[in-house]
């Protein structure tokens, strides 16, 4: 599995973007899929999660109320819409597929990776 995630830019605090992240294949039936961050001198962090199928979603602490996940298996893809973006939302932001079909935060489960979109939030 390939994937490729875009959509990211240079907002304002409050502003909004929408990520998209095109897997290489169908994931329908197999894969949960998730987003990561990595800010600048930082450790790559859990944002968010969905399940095979959508039915379980897990967020971050700290982008609860703010992030929506969703998935579209016909088409392979995965959004994360942000809104109210923060300063500290400043980050390289990864899709990720993980081996098994349940959300899961723990980074390790995941076994293919995107290359990334960057997301910069000025205040």
């Known amino acids: 599995v390939q994937l490729q995630a875009s959509g990211g830019g240079m907002v304002q605090a409050g502003g909004s973007l929408r990520l998209s992240c095109l897997a290489s294949r169908r994931t329908s039936g197999n894969n949960a899929m998730g987003w990561f961050r990595q800010a600048p001198g930082r450790e790559r962090e859990f944002v968010a999660a969905?399940?095979?199928?959508?039915?379980?979603?897990d967020y971050a602490d700290s982008v609860k109320g703010r992030f929506t996940i969703s998935r579209d298996n016909a088409k392979s893809t995965v959004s994360l819409q942000l809104s109210s973006l923060k300063p500290e939302d400043t980050a390289l932001y990864y899709c990720?597929?993980?081996?098994?079909?349940?959300?899961?935060?723990?980074?390790?489960?995941?076994?293919?990776w995107g290359q990334g979109t960057q997301v910069t939030v000025s205040s």
């Open positions: 969905i399940s095979w199928n959508g039915g379980r979603i």
């Open positions: 990720a597929a993980a081996y098994r079909s349940y959300a899961t935060a723990d980074s390790s489960r995941y076994a293919y």
